[in-house]
């Protein structure tokens, strides 16, 4: 498959409250559609008011990294314990790592990278 140029503009875009977390919305980057589904790339922000239920859970995916454009975000992961990422911040969660979403700014957007674009997502029990 050869990849057609894809361009998005923000002022283009139109966020979605269609996602994984109900606390969140999703803008849509093209990619999956560019890549046949071998990668997925959003931006996602807060729903202001919305919080996380801290719920634990990870991937079934090959890659997924987080850049945060704006805010903050904390995210725990087993073994490795709370991290704040605040604008400029980046994480590459490794496959399968066990994972929640803790607190976030009102203002945290953020744009996050997979692959594939569509994977499972699996709850876990509550790590210490």
Known sequence: MTQPLTIRHADD???????????FEYRDLGI??????DFGAHVIRAVPGEESPGAWHSHDLRFQMVYVTKGWVIFEYAGHGE????EGSS???PP?????EVRHSDDMELVEITSPADFATREEEPHA
Do not use: P, S
């Not at 875009?13 to 606390?23: C, D, M, N, P, S």
């Not at 999956?32 to 589904?37: F, L, M």
């Open 96 to 100: 399968g790592i066990v994972h929640r």
């Open 13 to 23: 875009g139109k966020f979605e409250g269609q996602g994984l977390r109900a606390f």
């Open 83 to 86: 991290v704040v990422l605040r």
């Open 91 to 93: 994480v590459l969660q």
């Open 32 to 37: 999956r559609d560019a890549t046949d589904g």
